[in-house]
């Protein structure tokens, strides 16, 4: 069977070897609805399973072949009908009477407690999957488990080595039925969309009920039409086709060989007469789709539509929830109430999912924050009432005991503050205290987001919130003697500190301490693993010794021995080019802060030890006597108070 041009960009976007190729070939997809308009629904729908798909690399490249055919989509924009040709006293009540979630109705709480929560996966792969179970014997379905199970958790292997598997789980672990008295005990959960249904929505308003008959009609008669083409035409041949019919498939078809630089389409007929018929948004069915689909069990199936959604609302946001033969007024209203039906979806996958990938250092919730981010593309478009109304539900979410839940909603915070600069002096107030608990948080990917989501409003957090920053500075300097290189929430911390640190009110109002004490706290992070860690530690000394005149740095006579050695050795150790420059900024305002007489008594003990150092042949690994390290900080404690003694090997 030959394989048309666009089934090869659709394997192209699935098996392509480097991220380039997947995305061209979802370029090229970009390009075939500019070409051929008509294939909207057809395109979207094929692009919907690869956004399904397993394989992550896949749904990045769906989501950019979604990205890249909205674009040449027009703008959804129709022409307002006048007030006075409202035809029956009931349009405005249609309009405004809707099956959409809204906030008035939803209860998070109630979701919380009564919604089932979405992990990794259904476990539907760990089952035996028999196509006849009625007639497959019970001992031998428990084999097949068995032999199934071991093989999905690595255990086959331990025959081959000698080590027996037998005991780890018996028939009773296989063949487990709940007994009545544990199902009347247990909790009673719902699946997340089914909740939502029956909790938070009402019936079916006589908009969407006539919306519903006119796409039937629109079918039966699109199906009907189908049928008696089908009758008059040949097997092989398009002579018996009525001649509008054949001339919209030879445009399609004839045209386009598979050899020629164009894309070959599939014989479908053109359904842009249907959309236009239906007077609805053209990605209305297919947000509808992946609404439904944020909320499968499938962690991966619940990224992709968190990525086909954010990329439509890029370039569609203004566009979502619109109705034809309405007027500004119902528009407008029609916009904001499809906004608010979405969000409160997102809402939902922020306190149900659980799902977390540890990779490195830090914890990877793909589904939480990518639908984070498309909430930040929503509430860009939603009015300042929907925001804060937001905005309280995601409040609601810092106050629960799963960090899971906490998580989802520092991540909502973080981007709602990013996008909405304009309402930031009703925002921030509102949300600041619970970001500063989650800066305190037990766990460390909550205290991660938490500092991640004031890092884009600083300044705002400066001039608006000043009576707060120096508690703010003070917990970060704190959070410092905890951090190692196996927290999460180090980069974002440090990120946060030389941000704050870089405003001059800051350093004159915030700092209780002594900078001879706080300054060695950021010795461990000039040797972190993270280059964005060892960048912003750098900034912080930059920040720190710029903004003080010599007379005024008396803090750094006495760690000025320990400064130096740690920035010699971070220079020689460095192999970034772009952080070799930021040390050559901060050896220079170093040298130029302190006096000369310190500079050469703090300098010359350890010159034979860099020159070595300096010496040190490429092909030979450094003496480690000759690095200086520092030692794990150990917690003592001094009249009855706990504090974090760093010290450091010598050479």
Not at 91 to 100: G, L, N, V
Not at 188 to 208: C, H, K, V, Y
Not at 404 to 422: M, N, S
Not at 592 to 621: F, I, T
Request: contains cysteine; aromatic residues 6%.
């Amino acid at each position: 069977m030959a394989v048309s041009r666009l089934d090869r960009l659709f394997i192209l976007l699935d098996t392509g070897t480097t991220p380039v190729t997947r995305k061209a070939a979802a370029q090229q997809l970009g390009e075939v609805v500019k070409l051929h308009p008509h294939e909207l629904n057809n395109l979207l729908s094929k692009v919907l399973i690869y956004l399904r798909s397993t394989n992550w690399d896949t749904r990045i490249a769906a989501g950019q072949a979604v990205e890249a055919i909205v674009k040449n989509v027009p703008e959804w924009n129709p022409v307002p009908r006048t007030k006075q040709e409202t035809t029956s006293e009931s349009a405005m009540e249609d309009s405004s009477t809707t099956d959409r979630l809204n906030f008035d109705r939803f209860d998070i709480c109630r979701l919380l407690q009564h919604g089932a929560s979405l992990l990794g996966s259904a476990g539907a792969e760990f089952e035996v999957q028999d196509e006849k179970s009625g007639e497959v014997d019970p001992k031998e379905r428990i084999a097949r488990q068995r032999k199934l199970l071991q093989k999905k958790l690595g255990l086959n292997m331990g025959e081959a080595i000698g080590m027996s598997t037998e005991e780890l789980f018996n028939d009773e672990d296989l063949d487990y039925t709940p007994t009545s008295a544990a199902l009347v005990n247990k909790q009673p959960t719902l699946q997340a969309a089914e909740l939502i249904d029956s909790e938070f929505r009402t019936g079916m308003s006589n908009r969407q009920k006539n919306k519903a008959k006119r796409m039937a009609k629109l079918f039966a008669k699109q199906r009907s039409r189908d049928a008696v083409e089908t009758n008059e035409k040949s097997n092989d041949s398009t002579d018996g086709e009525p001649e509008e019919k054949r001339r919209k498939i030879a445009n399609v078809v004839i045209n386009q060989s598979a050899n020629d630089s164009k894309v070959l389409i599939d014989n479908t007929p053109d359904s842009s007469p249907l959309i236009e018929e239906t007077n609805e948004w053209p990605l209305e069915s297919f947000c509808e789709e992946l609404c439904n689909d944020l909320f499968n069990p499938s962690w991966e199936v619940r990224h992709g539509a968190g990525t086909g959604l954010r990329e439509i609302l890029k370039a569609h946001g203004k566009s979502g929830g619109k109705m034809g033969d309405s007027t500004l007024e119902e528009m407008i209203q029609q916009h904001q109430e499809w906004l608010e039906d979405l969000v409160i979806r997102l809402l939902c996958v922020f306190a149900l999912d659980r799902f977390g990938d540890f990779v490195s250092d830090e914890v990877v919730a793909p589904v939480r924050e990518t639908c984070a981010q498309t909430l930040g593309v929503v509430l860009k478009h939603m009015n300042e009432t929907g925001v804060h109304k937001t905005v309280d539900v995601l409040l609601k979410l810092l106050t629960q005991e799963q960090w899971e839940v906490r998580h989802g909603g520092l991540l909502g915070i973080k981007y709602a503050l990013a996008v909405r600069q304009d309402v930031i002096n009703t925002l921030l107030p509102k949300v600041l205290t619970r970001i500063i608990e989650g800066l305190q948080d037990l766990d460390d990917d909550v205290r991660a987001v938490a500092a991640a989501s004031l890092v884009p409003v600083v300044e705002s957090l400066v001039y608006l919130q000043t009576p707060k920053v120096p508690f703010i500075i003070n917990t970060l300097w704190d959070a410092l003697l905890e951090l190692d290189d196996l927290t999460a929430s180090t980069n974002s911390i440090m990120t946060l500190l030389s941000s704050l640190l870089t405003y001059p009110q800051v350093q004159q109002c915030s700092i209780q301490q002594s900078l001879t004490v706080l300054v060695p706290r950021v010795w461990p992070f000039l040797h972190h693993t993270i280059s964005s860690v060892r960048r912003a530690a750098l900034e912080t000394l930059f920040t720190l010794l710029s903004t003080q005149d010599q007379n005024s740095s008396s803090w750094l006579i006495p760690i000025l021995p320990d400064m130096l050695r740690h920035i010699f050795q971070f220079c020689v150790l460095e192999s970034s080019q772009e952080i070799l420059d930021l040390i050559h900024k901060v050896w220079m305002e170093l040298l130029s802060k302190a006096s000369v007489q310190y500079v050469v008594a703090a300098a010359c003990p350890w010159m034979g030890a860099w020159l070595c150092l300096m010496m040190q042949p490429s092909h030979l690994p450094i003496d480690l006597n000759m690095l200086l390290e520092v030692k794990a900080r150990a917690k003592v404690s001094v009249e009855g108070h706990n504090v974090f003694v760093c010290s450091a090997y010598n050479y």
